[in-house]
């Protein structure tokens, strides 16, 4: 029996293709080149490089929010390459994405209260808005915001505090896996770690099965177990962190190591508490 809950086996991705009668695609734009990628239950993968690797496609692939051209994925054992949507709509619960920029994710005209407790109702995850009221106050101390936010807009909140409505609009799904797109690019170092401490503990406690999707090896190594490293549409590494980052197998891997703004990556970075937290 394996521990993989989530498989891609030969991923190929093409925009702007043709399709002909008998089904065959031609022409078009192919961003990925036949990608292989498992993530077992419990663990945090990486995948990282450069701006238009494809690693962004790759993470909406997996997700089954774009089609693949060929190849097959794989969610806890079922083949959902093609699977229609209204059976894959039970499954959705069941994968979720944090985005990069929460502005672009959140309603504007909702409150956080209503952003965080329709979702639960509307997969019935509770019982009445009472019940969906309780836990979200529950989350929302998990992810250290306080209560009155839940009357604001998204817009009245900081960038720190959004991201943190992000993960617990995620989290309070009860998902099996979570893909976190660029979630700490644009934060200040005192939020990033915040976060992705929030993020490691949410993991553990859950069970959670994570994608990280990173152009920061400093980010990457601090929080997930292995890494893929992407360019041009093709994995050209594949590992532990640990191997990955002390001995990498090709030069483009030490390319982008190379390039991280910290030359001397400090493990302990996420660990150290810091100073100022996010104003209420």
Avoid at 125 to 149: F, G, M, N, Y
Avoid at 189 to 197: G, P
Wanted: hydrophobic share 40%; charged share 25%.
């Amino acid at each position: 029996m394996t521990d993989a809950l989530l498989t891609a086996t030969g991923i190929e991705v093409t925009y702007g293709a043709t399709h002909g009668l008998l089904g065959k695609s031609g022409g078009g734009h192919k961003v990925l080149h036949g990608i292989d990628v498992s993530i077992n239950r419990g663990e945090t993968i990486g995948i990282v490089g450069e701006s238009g690797s494809g690693k962004t496609t790759l993470g909406r692939a997996l997700l089954r929010l774009i089609d693949v051209s060929a190849g097959e994925i794989r969610f806890d054992g079922s083949d959902i390459t093609h699977m229609p949507d209204n059976a894959m709509r039970p499954l959705r619960r069941r994968m979720q994405m944090i985005f990069q920029d929460p502005m672009a994710s959140l309603n504007p005209r909702h409150t956080i209260r209503r952003i965080l407790v329709e979702p639960l109702l509307l997969h019935g995850l509770a019982k009445s808005r009472k019940e969906a009221d309780a836990h979200v106050v529950e989350i929302l101390e998990r992810v250290t915001l306080p209560q009155a936010c839940l009357d604001r807009s998204p817009h009245e909140l900081s960038g720190g505090q959004r991201q943190r409505v992000g993960i617990a609009r995620a989290a309070l799904l009860k998902p099996d896996f979570v893909l976190a797109d660029e979630i700490v690019s644009g934060l200040d170092v005192s939020t990033q770690a915040q976060v992705l401490n929030l993020l490691k503990e949410l993991s553990r406690d859950l069970g959670l099965s994570m994608a990280f999707i990173s152009h920061d090896l400093s980010v990457i190594r601090a929080v997930c177990d292995r890494v893929y490293v992407m360019r041009q549409g093709r994995v050209v590494e594949e590992g532990s962190c640990e191997r990955v980052f002390t001995a990498p197998a090709v030069s483009y891997t030490r390319i982008l190591l190379d390039a991280i703004p910290l030359p001397e990556i400090d493990p302990e970075w996420l660990g150290r508490r810091t100073e100022h937290e996010d104003a209420a």
